[in-house]
């Protein structure tokens, strides 16, 4: 947003001059708006998912309405720039992690927004259906694809936690294997090392307990 926010003023500047000082005006506060958001993520160092989501809601509404609203400056419903909007929703699906609900609230605020901030008398009905059934369209694909993707999350997560537990599996066995293993070999190993320090002229002999023992 940063980047992206700025760069298209570089489009008013050539398609509308005559509106180019109020849209550059306008990106320039919601830059503003950018950095404290920015600023407010980077130095809180834990926050609750509902802050998170809160935070990203204001974050991609005030972009959304803030293209809404140019609009209305350049031809309402039907100018082409409502276009920004589809791709800041799409965008927005495929950048956050978040409930379905998420992407449907937002999308419908967006949507909205460019009813209300859009409009502009005289309007031509063919393009004003035509760019609503693209938006609405948009926000239904998202949110269908938001519940896909997070299902697919969840499995994504459920396999890991089954290798994790696996693998804690298989270490609890092979320590209780070791375990196991380790009293018998004690027992072997220790009559030998006795043998070994008895021996004589190059024969090594086991008592007869010792060797029931290794047996």
């Known amino acids: 947003a940063l980047i992206f926010v700025p760069l298209f003023g570089t489009l008013d500047l050539i398609l509308f001059p005559e509106r180019a000082r109020l849209f550059i005006g306008l990106r320039l506060l919601n830059l ?21 989501n809160i935070v990203a809601t204001v974050f991609f509404c005030s972009i959304g309405l803030l293209i809404a609203y140019m609009c209305r ?61 693209f938006l609405v369209s948009t926000v239904v694909v998202t949110t269908i694809a938001t519940h896909f993707m997070n299902k697919l999350r969840q499995r994504e997560f459920a396999a890991r936690q089954s290798l994790k537990d696996l693998d804690r599996s298989k270490s609890s066995f092979l320590a209780t294997i070791s375990h196991e293993l380790k009293t018998p070999m004690t027992l072997i190993v220790n009559p030998i090392e006795e043998a070994l320090t008895r021996q004589t002229g190059g024969r090594i002999e086991l008592d007869r307990q010792d060797a029931e023992i290794v047996r």
């Open 32 to 52: 503003i708006e950018n950095v404290i958001i920015l600023i407010f993520f980077l130095k809180s160092r834990t926050l609750q998912p509902l802050t998170i």
């Open 73 to 133: 400056f350049i031809g309402g419903y039907d100018s082409t720039y409502y276009a920004g909007i589809n791709l800041l929703i799409l965008a927005m699906s495929l950048i956050m992690p978040w409930e379905t609900r998420y992407t449907a609230i937002n999308g419908s605020i967006m949507y909205v927004g460019y009813l209300a901030l859009s409009y502009a008398p005289g309007f031509n009905w063919k393009f004003a259906l035509n760019n609503n059934y």
